[in-house]
């Protein structure tokens, strides 16, 4: 009993009051780097992203490039697409009904355009 007061005790150590922060569990389904970059919108309204945004995740099953395809948009901008050898299981979520979320964790200014966001999908409990 005492090990768990005191690793909540460490845990909220210089943490506002528990009341005064949004905390949301939810379960992390999976880190990505966006596929499409350079063929979209990121390019355009990458000065206004930043990390922590949400992101809102579009199943498209008649995509005629990938029946799995998941659209990745940004403030009704299309960013990209989770890349096609990690769709699988966010598609089936998806088809499921089950409401997933999204959020941008890194945006680094990288040369290559697959590498520049990285977001992370996640079922909100």
Do not use: C
């Amino acid at each position: 009993m005492t090990r768990v007061v005191l690793v909540l005790a460490v845990l909220f150590a210089g943490v506002p009051s528990v009341e005064a922060q949004q905390i949301q569990a939810r379960i992390l389904v999976q880190s990505s780097r966006l596929a499409g970059f350079q063929y979209h919108e990121a390019k355009a309204v990458w000065p206004q992203m930043r990390v922590g945004d949400a992101l809102v995740l579009v199943r498209e099953p008649d995509n005629p490039h990938d029946d799995k395809a998941v659209r990745v948009d940004w403030n009704g901008h299309t960013l990209g697409y989770v890349p096609r050898t990690e769709n699988a299981a966010v598609a089936r979520q998806l088809d499921r009904g089950n409401r997933l979320q999204a959020r941008i964790v890194h945006l680094s200014k990288h040369r290559d355009p697959r590498k520049r966001i990285e977001f992370e999908i996640f079922l909100p409990l």
